[in-house]
């Protein structure tokens, strides 16, 4: 069921800022995330300061984990052995208030009035709530928050008492270690949801506190690592703490005061956190890097100021979508902002989902946004990948392989998922690697980058390849053994996105003039490469999936929506043995590698594909729109467009509780980039091929290529060109070669016809599954 959309009384349409503006019981934990902060270091749920209003409150900082031993039921060699987990960092968000010995709460109190936001334009989350208390008082409270930019690792919470009369007002300011709070273990019953640990985790170092301030370190028991909290509080009535208590689970300031009519109550709360390795007292660290909540604030609106400068993606005429489009935006600057020389979990810092891991989400529905809007940052994911080299090089070992495996999923370089089929077994992980190693050198001209962090990767995943996949009797290439996106079909001969991506791996390895490779290595990447097997079914006329896929009993489509995801309600073998996609897999490769297929095989290769892909994977929709966009298809191109869209703000997949699907918000961002503007890169120049959707008046956004700033405007008939900082730029616009400079340039553009999608034979509903059909 829909959230956002469906009560629009209740969320307002702003172009900026989520709105709401009643509060209802139900759906705490997925509004929490929805309202979350972040800077791609810290990030801070959007729950209510009352412990009775919160679901699932909690603060992430990036990378901050424990790992623990993976404990397999039938262990074999070279499984994953060591898990990771993002872990719940002690948390500021906490106030308690009681007003002539009422504690409100929006559970149990009588609430006149109601609204939060956070504004896209500030980075600033507010809730103010107006209470009609028991003693007849009329109090509102306003809560203010901003994470710091400049100061990563400061968190800024205001809190602001209002009444009508004067009130005895008892407010405590808390801090609390979430991790170690008994709470139930959603993982065994959804993989997607993060488990906990059965020990404790944060083991105090420095407990300190008095007069107001809090300084605190712990220490992880198995990782580690070291996080330092300092709290400084500041009042309004300048009115000292009544009590500072300091524990390694729950510490407080509590203040105890009268609050008259004509002087509201405020209380500012300055945190900030420092984490890593080191025997130094971080909680000091943490005291050094303390703020005052207006510069935190300043900060915060400072960075959007500059970040919607040309970032921004507006859409003319389209109102209900604008709201959506820069919600995702938004969340894509909280996830990667800060982030530094760091991965970019699959949740960002929104919530705990994925166990807080680096997937290759990050290098192909991330790094395009990063590499167009602030290629300094795409260039530090890269940085971060390269640092985990050494590990790469010794699992490449243990697979028999050459050159680097990369992890599938990982906080600290080594692999850690225990399911091999779903996990190791993706090496295409290697080809986005350098897939997007190769797109940001192409669009920064970062010859720097190239010549040695670049060089590096596209090497040693180019050696993987060669030595993973063999040249058989009839003389093609083949990689046998694996996985592709689609995780509903799994280890498998020659998938065709695998081979595509490690085809485009080996000849950008080839193509490099570095001295460690010589001219028999080159060779051997060349002759794999094109040799290489792309499976195609003669008699569909379309390319398959893998060697097999074609051959496979299809899926019985009148399964009941209840069924859906398929990887929560069918053993994998069930679904491993039967035509259907979790995911677009084909259709990926074709849109990666544009240039390697033609307008044909691709028409048909959706016609066949989109059919029979649930889109239980949040990576789909974007893709799939993409490419429907591509072959002529304007209302599918629409239709998956907008259920990426609103997949967190109407939680599509119920599971936007455990933090922001990011990758998706990242496709987002090439739908509307690449589907509908059509720019397709790692040619000779930027190529567009624009898909305007009719119902739309109109496009613009900004892109940084080779040093420029180029501003794109769509309109029905037309794009728009500029180029509004640096030299002129080269461009192909569906075919014509064109220089464009500080001139806006305007190319009309004839509309592109629909075509007659191809009609496939299907096959007989599959009898194989009685309890579906039971159940229908």
Not at 252 to 274: H, I, M, N, Q, T
Not at 501 to 515: G, I, K, T, V, Y
Not at 584 to 610: G, I, N, S
């Amino acid at each position: 069921m829909a959230l956002i959309t469906s009560d629009r009384a209740r969320f307002p349409n702003d172009p900026w800022q989520l709105v709401e503006t009643v509060h209802l019981p139900g759906n705490a934990g997925t509004l929490e995330t929805l309202f979350s902060l972040g800077n791609g270091h810290l990030g801070i749920r959007g729950a209510h300061w009352a412990a009775a209003d919160a679901e699932l409150p909690g603060s992430f900082i990036n990378g901050f984990h424990e790992t623990w031993d993976i404990k397999h039921a039938e262990s074999a060699y070279g499984f994953a052995r060591t898990g990771q987990r993002i872990l719940y960092i002690p948390d500021a968000n906490n106030f308690t208030v009681v007003i002539d010995g009422e504690t409100l709460s929006l559970e149990e109190s009588t609430v006149l009035d109601y609204l939060r936001s956070v504004d896209f334009a500030t980075g600033v989350y507010e809730c103010r709530i107006v209470w009609q208390c028991r003693s007849g008082a009329t109090v509102t409270t306003t809560e203010r928050r901003a994470v710091g930019y400049e100061s990563r690792g400061a968190l800024g919470i205001s809190l602001e008492l209002a009444a009508d009369r004067d009130i005895s007002a008892d407010v405590t300011s808390s801090v609390i270690n979430r991790q170690d709070q008994p709470v139930e273990d959603h993982s065994a019953h959804d993989p997607r949801r993060a488990g906990r640990h059965a020990g404790r985790v944060l083991l105090p170092v420095r407990l300190d506190g008095g007069d107001g301030s809090l300084r605190m370190s712990w220490e992880t028991a198995e990782s580690k690592q070291r996080i330092g909290l300092a709290v400084d509080h500041w009042t309004s009535a300048e009115v000292q703490p009544f009590d500072t208590q300091v524990h390694e689970d729950d510490s407080s300031v509590r203040y105890v005061l009268a609050v008259g009519a004509d002087r509201p109550f405020v209380l500012e709360k300055s945190v900030s956190y420092a984490e890593g390795q080191s025997v130094e007292d971080l909680a000091d660290a943490a005291e050094a890097a303390l703020k005052p909540l207006s510069e935190i604030f300043a900060e915060s609106a400072a960075h959007y100021r500059d970040y919607w400068t040309t970032s921004d993606i507006e859409l003319a005429g389209q109102t209900e979508l604008q709201q959506a489009v820069r919600w995702n935006l938004f969340q894509l600057a909280q996830a990667t902002a800060c982030a530094d020389v760091a991965g970019i979990p699959a949740k960002g810092v929104s919530g705990s989902g994925y166990e807080g891991h680096y997937f290759w989400d990050q290098e192909v529905y991330l790094l395009p946004y990063l590499t167009y809007t602030n290629p300094g940052n795409a260039r530090q994911v890269l940085e971060f990948r390269h640092e985990m080299l050494p590990e790469a090089k010794i699992r490449a070992k243990e697979l028999s392989v050459d050159g680097a495996l990369f992890p599938w999923r990982t906080i600290n370089g080594l692999e850690a998922s225990a399911y091999y089929a779903a996990g190791t077994a993706q090496f295409h992980i290697a080809a986005a690697i350098a897939f997007a190693a190769n797109r940001y050198i192409w669009a920064s001209g970062d010859t720097e980058f190239q010549e040695t962090l670049g060089s590096e990767l596209l090497i040693q995943t180019a050696r993987m390849w060669v030595s993973l996949g063999f040249f058989g009797k009839d003389g093609l290439f083949h990689i046998h053994g694996v996985t592709g996106p689609d995780e509903y079909t799994a280890v498998v001969n020659d998938n065709l996105y695998t081979n595509v991506m490690a085809r485009f791996n080996l000849r950008a390895a080839a193509a490099l003039d570095h001295p460690e490779i010589d001219d028999a290595e080159r060779q051997l990447w060349e002759q794999a490469a094109n040799r290489m097997q792309l499976p195609y079914d003669e008699d569909l006329q379309v390319h398959s999936q893998d060697n097999d896929f074609m051959a496979l009993e299809p899926w019985d489509w009148s399964t009941p929506r209840s069924k859906y995801p398929l990887l929560l309600n069918f053993h994998p073998l069930v679904i491993y043995r039967h035509q259907v996609l979790k995911q677009a897999d084909t259709v990926l490769a074709m849109f990666l590698q544009w240039q390697d297929f033609t307008a044909e095989e691709k028409r048909r290769a959706f016609d066949f594909y989109d059919p029979i892909t649930t889109g239980d994977s949040t990576l789909s929709a974007c893709v799939q729109g993409i490419m429907a966009a591509e072959v002529g298809y304007g209302k599918a191109a629409l239709d998956h467009f907008t259920h990426a869209l609103f997949i967190d703000l109407d939680d599509t997949h119920g599971n936007t509780i455990d933090g922001v699907h990011i990758a998706s918000t990242g496709g987002v961002w090439s739908s509307l980039v690449s589907g509908f503007a059509g720019l397709r890169d790692q040619g000779a120049v930027p190529y567009f091929d624009p898909r305007l959707p009719v119902e739309w008046e109109g496009l613009s956004f900004h892109l940084k290529v080779r040093g420029r700033l180029l501003h794109v405007n769509l309109e029905q008939g037309s794009i728009s060109l500029t180029v509004r900082e640096g030299a002129p730029l080269d461009v192909d616009v569906r075919g014509e070669l064109l220089t464009v400079d500080g001139d806006t340039l305007r190319v009309p553009l004839a509309p592109v016809a629909a075509p007659e999608p191809t009609i496939f034979p299907s096959g007989l509903p599959t009898a194989s599954i009685p309890v579906v059909r039971a159940a229908v």
